[in-house]
């Protein structure tokens, strides 16, 4: 199978994952006698944008898309025109609504550590892009956020 297909279904796979997640976690979360307060309704308004943000991105990398830190193509349309990695962006808010949702402190540990790590693999990344899109890449990275 050729690598650019395997990183296609590896990115539809892991996008049908997380609503399978999502939908599972918000029907034990509804179906629990738990009333929903003012920080449920942030949780959920961070959810739903952040979730379909995040699709998005994935799927406008397409068979960019790669488990480990490589280049196979500078992807600047779409969503990264504006924000250079909004699949770790949208991840990190996604992940701040089930914290919300749920209000659990221990959550806030795991996002927090999930954020140091995040932020290891982006200058992987960028250092990798650099590498290989020299000048093209510096200059997009002074046009977008993040």
Same mark, same amino acid.
């Given at each position: 199978?050729?690598?650019?297909?395997?990183?296609?279904?590896?990115?539809?796979?892991? %996008?049908?994952?997380?609503?399978?997640? #999502?939908?599972?976690?918000?029907?034990?979360?509804? =179906?629990?006698?738990?009333?929903?307060?003012?920080?449920?309704?942030? $949780? %959920?308004?961070?959810?739903?944008p952040s979730i379909i943000l995040f699709t998005?991105?994935?799927?406008?990398?397409?068979?960019?898309f790669q488990v480990s830190a490589e280049a196979?193509k500078l992807v600047k349309t779409g969503i990264?025109?504006?924000?250079?990695?909004?699949?770790?962006?949208? $991840?990190?808010?996604?992940?701040? $609504?089930?914290?919300?949702?749920?209000?659990?402190?221990?959550? #806030?540990?795991?996002?927090?550590? #999930?954020?140091?790590?995040?932020?290891?693999?982006?200058?992987? =990344?960028?250092?990798?892009?650099? =590498?290989?899109? $020299?000048?093209?890449?510096?200059?997009?990275?002074?046009?977008?956020?993040?």
């Amino acid at each position: 199978m050729k690598l650019q297909t395997r990183n296609y279904l590896f990115n539809y796979l892991t %996008i049908i994952l997380i609503y399978i997640f #999502l939908f599972l976690f918000l029907r034990f979360y509804l =179906e629990t006698d738990r009333p929903l307060n003012i920080f449920s309704y942030i $949780g %959920i308004l961070l959810l739903v944008p952040s979730i379909i943000l995040f699709t998005i991105a994935r799927i406008q990398l397409g068979g960019s898309f790669q488990v480990s830190a490589e280049a196979n193509k500078l992807v600047k349309t779409g969503i990264y025109k504006r924000v250079r990695h909004p699949v770790y962006l949208f $991840g990190i808010l996604f992940f701040l $609504g089930i914290i919300f949702v749920t209000q659990s402190f221990f959550l #806030l540990i795991i996002w927090a550590i #999930l954020i140091f790590f995040q932020i290891k693999r982006i200058n992987q =990344e960028e250092k990798v892009l650099t =590498e290989k899109f $020299g000048n093209e890449y510096l200059s997009y990275k002074k046009q977008t956020w993040f």
